[in-house]
């Protein structure tokens, strides 16, 4: 067992902020030391949200019919994956979607439309959607992903109810333009600026296994901490097929975890999500990785689906962690937060040996 990484949480939490060299060194972590990270990096993450996770949704507005370029995505332009592709929805359509997110246990309702970005009648749709939305649960968090904002476009959004805005860097500053031409780094960055400046949280991140290297890995995490980031949303790579980047696969589940860690010592105050690509990257180590981040999306992405929405609970509840705003277990449920007389009987083995059915091997 190695103290270096027990160190530098020691450090963290006593002020001393992370440098490069010390989350390259997280990202360069043999597997032996994998545990170290996680428990180092846990120690973070306790303090700053305790054994919380906040759960968020999304409801995709308008899906494909994308202009711009960006190749890792499935809504680009020229793009051949088969998803699905629609125009904006309806309000009513809209509202019905993030109630399923808001009873699935989610408290922040996070609307998304594909585009370069809104026009003005755009905003005025989603802002009407939000105001409907509040009226039903003036509680919840609503988070808008559209674009590009233009001059007060952002104040709109806040003056209708919408809480924070999503726009990711995706990338190092160095590595941008070889992910996408139609915009630049800083038209991103100045987008996370308009919606700062109008008084909506931030929420930017990143996606990892573009092709990047560790440096730059590390360098769009201290830009995303320079940023003021609220919410830092770490993606994995989902290489679908008639994309330029189908085939692409740079990632293991340690390799996650890792750059998990990485942006919670760098950002060890921050909301820190598990975003598109856990189910496919993570598999086996999503516990793992829950001891790192406090926040996940809830059921299906944008254009992939994800696990069953009660699975990604369970992982929460097995991992011994609560739903962040949940009311407590009822007394008429188990441990696990199954019904008490729900049964557990196991699953009769029906192939294999003494059978004509194949083994499961």
């Known amino acids: 067992m190695t103290r270096r990484f027990d160190d530098l949480a020691d450090a963290v939490l006593s002020g001393t902020p992370a440098s490069a060299e010390d989350a390259l060194d997280v990202l360069r972590s043999t597997d032996d030391e994998l545990l170290d990270v996680v428990a180092a990096a846990a120690r973070l993450r306790r303090k700053h949200f305790g054994d919380t996770v906040k759960v968020n949704y999304l409801v995709n507005l ?3 019919l994308c202009p711009e370029d960006c190749h890792y995505c499935s809504q680009r332009l020229g793009s051949t994956a088969d998803i699905l592709r629609y125009t904006w929805l309806k309000n009513d359509e ?9 009873r699935g246990g989610a408290s922040r309702v996070c609307m ?21 939305l509040k009226a039903e649960h003036p509680e919840v968090e609503v988070c808008a992903c559209l674009g590009l904002l233009k001059d007060g476009q952002a104040e709109r959004l806040r003056a209708a109810g919408v809480d924070a805005y999503n ?11 070889s992910i996408v031409t139609s915009h630049t780094y800083a038209n991103r960055v100045e987008t996370v600026g308009r919606a700062q400046a109008a008084g909506l949280s931030a929420c930017s991140g990143l996606i990892a296994g573009l092709g990047e290297s560790d440096e730059q890995l590390v360098e769009a995490l201290f830009a995303l901490r320079d940023l003021g980031s609220d ?7 989902m290489p679908f097929d008639g994309t330029p980047l189908e085939g692409t696969w740079e990632l293991t589940p340690a390799r996650c975890v890792r750059i998990l860690a990485a942006a919670r010592f ?11 690509g856990r189910e496919m990257h993570l598999r086996s180590l999503q516990g793992l990785a829950l001891h ?18 009660e699975a990604d609970l369970e992982l929460i509840r097995d991992n011994g962690f609560v739903v962040l705003g949940a009311e407590p277990v009822a007394a008429e449920a188990d441990s696990s937060g199954q019904p008490a ?10 192939r294999g040996a003494g059978t004509a059915a194949l083994p499961n091997a």
Not at 231 to 237: G, T
Not at 266 to 276: I, K, L, T, Y
Not at 292 to 307: H, P, W
Request: one cysteine or more.
């Open 292 to 309: 790192v981040a406090n926040s996940i999306f809830l059921g299906d992405y944008l254009t992939s689906e994800g696990q069953a929405a």
């Open 341 to 350: 007389s729900a049964s557990h009987d196991p699953a009769k083995r029906r």
């Open 62 to 64: 308008k899906s494909g």
């Open 266 to 276: 760098v950002c060890p105050d921050r909301e820190v999500r598990v975003a598109g």
């Open 231 to 237: 919410s830092i949303p770490v993606n994995f790579l």
């Open 112 to 132: 998304v439309s594909s585009g370069r970005g809104p026009t003005d009648r755009d905003v005025d749709r989603v802002a009407g959607m939000v105001g409907a």
């Open 94 to 102: 809209a509202i019905e979607q993030a109630r399923a997110g808001l």
């Open 167 to 177: 726009h990711n860097i995706n990338t190092a500053e160095s590595h941008h333009d």
